[in-house]
């Protein structure tokens, strides 16, 4: 290997890092002392740094990177207020990232199993899976006999996008059954990119068990009045978790869903509240209510495949390029 392809290499890792002061930091996790942000900064520019040091530098960095992939990215989406979008805006961005050749698990919590209906009917209408019987049920998942989790076998809608369904028969979860779910998804989780879990809309076991095991939290909100209060209700339940059963729950941001065009006086007006409230964790562009969503969904597509246009005229284009965003910055700043 020259030492001009081993430059290249650390060069892009750094850059992954967002800078050579991260870079560092990983560099010291592994071997226990940093080399100087100047010291890499020589490296990345030729400047006598020999290939067994430039060699050391890229094996940390590269083990990093995998250690923060290892740790699966489980994405959830809550508000305790029903209806105002959180499977769609679940299944935009799963399927988005699809898209984008990411392998993707879809996790269904929510006992009305919508995310089931509208991405796999096949499996909602499956008779196996009606009884619970079927390995890509998750009450499997939530009650496992004798000492070993039970390992799912989620549904294959394609190649890369695969779904865990439920249905009423998983309404009545206990605390314990929530360290069940999360054993059983451990044995699954590294075949996949990303997993995303769809969750009821209250504020019981089932929204805890979502908040639990999730890395990243997205919130919807509508611009009235409840489910503004629904925003306001989540985040002391976000904070009680961090405190108490997940520090590394992250909000990822709050996106505000089904404004109306042209806003009427009141959803501007809820609008300016939750950006005066909770400042840049609110999505810069809003996702606006059109018909095509709903027609979307019932064909179990993203707006964005069903609809190019409708997609970027309504929000859902740049909802979808601000969601990767953020996603990235949270890998690199951990
Ligand atoms: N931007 C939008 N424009 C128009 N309709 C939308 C939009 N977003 C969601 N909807 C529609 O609103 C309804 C509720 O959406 P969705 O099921 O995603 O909400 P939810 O928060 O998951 O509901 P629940 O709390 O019952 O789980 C659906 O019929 C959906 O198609
Ligand atoms: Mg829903």
Redesign the pocket.
Known sequence: MTSEYLRKQLNDLVEKYGGTRKAADAIKSKFGSAPTHSAIYKAMNGAGTSDFVLSCYIKALEEHVEGIQKMGRIIS?A?Q???????????NAGLYMASLGKKILFLDI?P?N?LVISLSPELANDPEFKKGSHPAHNINMFEWDGDSPFTPIPYEISENIHIIGTSKLSGNVTQNSIYNLADSLDLIKEQYDYIFI?S??SAGTLQHAALSIADALII?SQPQKLSVKGVDDLMSTVRQVQRRMNPDLRILGIVI???KRPSSKTQAIHVELLKEKYGELVFSEN????????ES??EGKSLIEYSPKHAKD??FFSFTDEFVSRLEKEVKHG
């Open positions: 989406v508000n207020k029903g209806g105002v979008g959180k499977t769609t805006v679940l299944i929510d009305q919508n769809d009821p809309p919807v869903n089904q404004v996702l606006y209510d059109t018909v095509r969503v709903t969904m019932a309504f929000g």
